[in-house]
């Protein structure tokens, strides 16, 4: 990848804030090094704090490009688009682990949560998505309660906080190395958290 000369930027900063994030969600911040970065980006240090000022600027931009690119499309595809709200909710759950034979390098939001103690600057991006999140599965929630498939007495605001809670656990998990058949059943738990009816099982 070409660098900038001089004034001119002849790299594609898209291009740049896609491998970052890349290698922050396989290392994530402390454990991503300047080489690391130099090598994932093409970018040489001159050009990196040109461009972002410094190593925690990169950071904060590839997390916003997480979450335009990552978050809000996967929260768009399973939370809002499904005509059946109950299975988009366990299908944005399962499709945190079912992801083939490529190893999951992980959540950067969750990733990031953990060890946010290291890059402060990046918190207001984490609550960012996480809020992105818990508004898709209100929306989820309303949609399902409107069309009977919950008790019209569900609490959304509450119940979409405890889906949150269990599928950032749910990461962490899978981040672990959890087995599949346990990541299906706490699936299964977060689904029953919600009371679907019959329809709304697997």
Known sequence: MEVAVGRRQLWDQAEVLTSAMRLFRRRGYLGASLRDIEE???????????A???KEGLFQAALDAYNDQV????????????ADPVA????????AFETGLDPDPGCLLTNTAVES????????????????IEAGF????TRARALGRLSAGLDVGVSAAQLLALYQGLL?????GTPVTKLHTITDGAIASIGPGKEGQR
């Open 117 to 132: 103690f290291t890059v402060p600057q990046a918190a207001a991006g984490v609550q960012r998505g996480l809020e992105a």
């Open 71 to 82: 978050v809000r499309a996967r929260v768009r595809v399973h939370l809002l688009e499904p």
């Open 40 to 50: 994932a980006t093409g970018l040489h240090p001159g050009s990196l704090y040109r």
């Open 172 to 176: 962490v998990l899978v981040r672990a």
């Open 88 to 95: 988009g909710i366990r299908s944005f759950f399962t499709s």
């Open 138 to 141: 209100a929306d989820a929630l």
């Open 52 to 54: 972002f000022d410094s």
